[in-house]
């Protein structure tokens, strides 16, 4: 893989450091046959691999993670990782820490907020927490503060009016609700920063396992809101880091 | 059809006042061929007959509204009337005034409002009005006093927390807003009356002629709300007028 | 919170009961972190807070009930209460009631009905009593008289019609059916007073877990039916109540 | 093709007639090249081939006509024929008699009844005339004696019970109705004949131009019920003149 | 009930069969509380009444079938009863004879068959058996003779075609199939007795729990088939043994 | 864009076949601003660029076969041409021919035929033409012998039995129905060749503009069908043509 | 509305500036009777006020433009208006320029840009061009520096490979396509920095007026990826302004 | 079954090839009761008879593979074959060996690969591999030589560029991918032999079980791709295989 070659050109000044980020955005992959591991994700996209644990065998992302830890990367993120899983890893990746609610993985600590403020993380009910926390500790991975907001859907709107310091000063926020999913509206025109949302399969009936508020997020009349797939807590945090870590543009 | 026979037989005591009404509740119509007209809804459901005029051709419902004023019934709506049947109307029943933004068509005279207080009709946008003019013209029809608070949706949740009054005061509140629907969520939080919502289908893309708005309201989180058929702003008005209305139960 | 002062403040004359309404009728919760608690649900809305207890740990039930005790809420109703966690529950709320078809449990006792008259709920099948059980426990808790009249579907259109005199006397009708979902069509055009229809999830095929139910209720000919989500007792017995209790509004 | 062979085989004896029946029923249709017409379907299905005018030009709808009077049908129904086309046909079949509410043409003259007993055609409402006037026609052309009850929904169930009596006398009920399709269940509960229900396409909103209807009558809690495509008045028609023409099969 | 004052009445003269006929038809129902059963089914309707067993407690299936017993139905058929609650059953209705393909029970014994001609029970393929079990028995229950074509899907078109003569010699056919349902068209070509089309949920993927054959029935080219409920094979036989018994009409 | 240099290169040897034929499958293409036009389609694909007309105005279209003829590309086919838009093409592009059954046009001649064996292009009914003849023009556009059976649906099974050895014979079958979609199944049992099954829009109701022909012909029982999307007539004959000119890979 | 008192009470020093900012965010609007005008949006969300045009009669679109202005915006954009209307505005609002393909009009001038970098503008085919320019208006109205990428879709990858210098320097990329919406997938693949995805209505068939590519964002494996209502170019732009635009909050 | 009378008649010359050929194409198969075996879809077809073993017995299932083994087919395979029936199947047909990823069982041996060239199998991620594995096995049984590009989604597009030489070299190709499904995109871009798309079910919330996946695919902008049903590696397979076996048809 020639990594170290790559920079020694740099450091020597036979490849400019245009070129070397160039060709290491470009490429290589670590082939283990039942996944193709990406190990320049960290330079290409500015964020380390985290491993979307369901659907993998534990020997799988045991493998995975090795690799990745081999390619220098000193934290790893594991998600939906379901509880029985993780009991299974514990045997092979025993520094693994394992958050129940949010069902995700954590092998490494978590590193300082980098962002440009906080991201707060805004729930409609009591149980959109699982997503909301794989949210928060998916954005806090990524390197951001965040800010919890949780049970203050628009059923009783001087809950979420109660808050609104906290909006006022957000960086990003991410609204997490099922049902009707109003409260990506209602933020959507408090706030004046950026609003990721996300539909919550919470509910029952005609919420058709998140598909109404999945449809009310992507009509939300407020402008500056925009959606990720239902019960998609990583999604919106990953999006959420990315525009709390902007900056000027090289020319 | 032996209406007076029945109400000489009241007059002369030989038929309790209950009975009566329990026959007239119970049965005739005339038989207009294309059209079965319930003659007795006025005393089986307390309010006059209202024609759908979509699907009817002008000579139906010139020929409705004649056996109504025949069976006494002194004023008449006519709903989902649009403007060229209207104008085709104009002819065989000069008397009819129309409203174009509601598409309906009066009869008679409003009368005075009689219900227990006033019936507010919200809407989300201003693309929702001719819905809320349906309704507001239904429930002023039905013997209601209205009052109209148009562009209050939840992208400017100020625009709304403005007229908190009004929502307090309302015997009744039927919201309408198509897109996201959040409107009645969050008037569903902040009324203690109860509150009809109707959704619209005003929006594009992802609203699917309403859907989003029909779940989204399905799916309210607030208690005390329920839903009418997209763009059903006679039917909101007229449930609402029923519960405007409400009175003791006889014993 | 100061309830006690604001009081004292009224009973001076230092603040008009008016301006006292709208100040409690404002604000406060209590924030249990996981859950913030209405605790002026009842001054605001009229009623007692109602527990959900689906997606809620019985750690968290238990606190929210205390919370609401705390206040001074004399009774509190939880809804969508499996069996095993009422069982969990048991340990810590020993005075709660747990009714297994309905799956809501009572801590306190039922009051003394106020309402403008009874609320007759109607199902279509056996198969919906769970959701009508729910549908007249709320109802009762909120005070109402409520009439049950069960398995009453228009397959034998018969059954239903054996209780006319029962429609006739309700102040509000619940009618609850799966399948077709035909009930509330033709009891809307039987009754004079406001239907609640409610979907449920009984059926099979093209049933759709309660889609074709809920369209064909959307779709009531017969005006004066309003519709809540499937499978939605509480919802239905929570808006029939505020009808049932509907009174002249201050001027 | 020779159809005159076999019936004179069939005269002298060398074929019986069963396997003359079963030759008969067994193949030739005439190739028009845009069409493939079925000469024998007569023999086959006991019934006159009937043409499907939506999608074909006038010019093709002529051919297949002369085909069948070639053939020696005389008599032919064009259903799904707007009025333009019918207006076209004028001048190349001008012994077409054409129906504007049903859109459907005749050639020739509509039979004698010969059925069991009479088919009852019932609607829901005034607007699913167009569907029910197919069916009715259809029915009679294909030798049936036809009772029509329109405007008889459930909205107001007194309209359909002033009615038992034919359906206590009817061979087949078709029963037609959109927005929510509950005629089908109420009927199927009172009838005790088979009953073919037809969804419209009448109704607007969440009516989903027929598939709430649809999904209704697909659940009606009533057995003795089936169901055709939305709007599809022909194919009930088609299916109750046959269970109206049922007698013993051969052994 | 006074069952027998009427038939006493009928004897003496003093009521005639056709009036008492129709008072038989109108009414009773015995109240089991948590249900109403329907004792004069058999008479409104021809037939015995048959429980549908899913959400039922085997107390009250049990409870439906004395009351049965007691009004002197002597046959029973139960439907959907899945083989745990046959179990149960087992020890308060000895007399209950399972059959765990069908998932159907039946007390008492089948009746001689009855109708014009054999009702044929064709499926598409080996996975649809049970839902042709349960048309299959309901048919025989109703008094019919059945002839059971299975496995003969249209992927080998000629394992249908073997089978020609009884499709041909059949009164009324019942076409049972999933995944693409094509089998309802084939045998609607093939036919000239009515074909009652039975879509299921066997398949996966597109075929979304029998939608997709449920829409292709719907969409059948061929006339004389009508459609009934996904997995509903009792459904379809009912409508089958009703047009296997028609007879002509009274005057 | 260097061509000829790099075929010169080849010429004199110093660039290889292979090498050459992998740079020029690689990447040119023309920027016309509008729209990047693919230049070398031809031999990374093996066919000629086929313009897609919907959506593009007729300065665009005449700008892209006018590129694609610089590039000296001899026949070019637009699809999705509606009448009016040809008629304007008209003065640009006086070469072009128009058909307007398939709404295709088509600048130089028909190539001849090459393929393996016929293509067979079947219909279900007369109104799938349209879909079928922008599939049989593309097929021979593409260099394959078409052989049409139109008109053949499953409602009379005989009509498609007649052209049986048509069937044994083809080298690829294209199979386009609406309504039930069921061709392609019995296509599918009855061919030993590769079937492509085009869903059409054609049928009304529940046929909801193809989605029941394309769930079905997905659900296809028979192996080796395989489908595209609804009326895609050119997709299938792309599909079909690459088929019928299958050789063995280079080593 | 007395914003020169609140401006002169800071001038004064007797209100500090962050109670200011606040109070402004807080509140008024213009009330026109049809719409409330929101004239603090561009303090509170730190943008002008858009229009919406379709729904809006022209009288009413005038109406809002001069209240902005009297309000002192200095340019406005309305958006979704079609050229009938452009052409009646252009008595009343004069200085309106119109956009026929993008569906814009804007008043005013576009200011300079000043985000963080360049807004790249994607689309997958020729036919989005319409919402690709109402994004790429919107954004340069918004204060952005946009780069257009139109018909670089995945059919052809090489076309999108010619571009990845523009990816790689992009600050926010919208990604607009129809049909299969693949387009995200692969740009989110390559990008390092936030995309917001826009399906379009582009397609036939089994797109479903933009459904298709819709849930294809929606599920799209990449990370960093949001999505926006179908055909909203305007909200696309907004969102991608916002995060264009940020910096450091506020301590 | 006289398939040896048949093959003594070709061997004296009484009966021609072509004759033979065409009858054994024609009919029989074994009847087992619960199934009609096919035994000459070897001949049909060109391929061995595949037993699908979901909603089969094991006893079904071993009956149809002595069947086939008895009609002389010396390889069988099984597919759907979860591993529990697997287990039960060990002790009726020992030399059934299983795979458990891909679900299948084989009898028999792999045969020699003999097509055009190599198919070669992709997929979009690691939780895809049953469905391609289900479609590797079926594509070796059936004779052909498979390549294996597992993980090569487009979210990391250099995965899948770093294969462009087995993508140039395959015969065809199998594109297999859940979520967005916007592998088959970009594969049909990149090749020029015929793709089969195969969606899966991998993927949650607005995957709605691979319908996402299913639409993408049916819209791919590449010309060239068709597509089976959800999961259906084997189809894909099956279809794959007849395509790479491709020759002259005979005249």
Redesign the interface.
């Known amino acids: 893989m020639q990594l170290e070659a790559l920079l020694e050109q740099v450091k020597t000044g036979s490849l400019s450091v245009e070129e070397a980020a160039?060709a290491l955005?470009?490429?290589p992959?670590a082939d283990l046959?039942?996944?193709?591991v990406?190990l320049h994700?960290q330079l290409?996209?500015?964020v380390s691999e985290?491993i979307y644990g369901?659907?993998?065998t534990p020997e799988?992302i045991t493998g995975i993670v090795r690799a990745l830890e081999a390619n220098g990367q000193d934290r790893v993120l594991v998600t939906r990782l379901d509880q029985a899983k993780a009991g299974v890893l514990a045997e092979t990746l025993p520094e693994l820490r394992y958050d129940p609610m949010a069902r995700v993985g954590l092998v490494g600590t978590l590193p300082e907020p980098t962002g440009?403020?906080?991201i707060v993380v805004a729930t409609?009910?009591?149980?959109d927490?699982p997503v909301a926390e794989e949210a928060a500790l998916t954005a806090e991975y990524l390197g951001n503060r965040v800010v919890r907001l949780?049970?203050?859907?628009?059923?009783?709107?001087?809950?979420l009016l109660?808050h609104t310091q906290e909006i006022?000063?957000?960086?990003v926020i991410i609204a997490i609700a099922g049902?009707?999913?109003?409260l990506a509206?209602?933020i959507?025109?408090?706030?004046?920063?950026?609003v990721?949302a996300v539909?919550t399969?919470?509910?029952?009936?005609?919420?058709?396992?998140?598909?109404?508020?999945?449809?009310?997020?992507?009509?939300?009349?407020?402008?500056?809101?925009?959606?990720?797939?239902?019960?998609?807590g990583?999604?919106?945090a990953?999006?959420a880091s990315?525009?709390?870590h902007?900056?000027?543009?090289?020319e």
Chains 1, 2, 3, 4, 5, 6, 7, 8 share one sequence.
Not at 124 to 127: A, C, D, L, R
Not at 179 to 182: L, T, Y
Not at 188 to 194: E, Q, V
């Open positions: 160039r955005k470009a490429a992959f046959d039942y996944a193709k990406d994700r290409r996209q500015g985290v369901a659907g993998k799988q440009l403020g906080p409609g009910g009591t149980s927490m949780y049970d203050v859907g628009v059923a009783g709107i001087h809950r109660a006022y000063d957000a960086s049902m009707e999913g109003a509206s209602v959507g025109g408090l706030a004046d920063c950026p990721i539909p399969s919470v509910g029952y009936g005609a919420s058709f396992q998140g598909l109404a508020a999945l449809l009310s997020m992507l009509n939300a009349c407020a402008a500056g809101i925009s959606v990720v797939n239902i019960d998609n990583f999604g919106a990953f999006m990315k525009i709390n902007m900056g000027p543009r090289p």
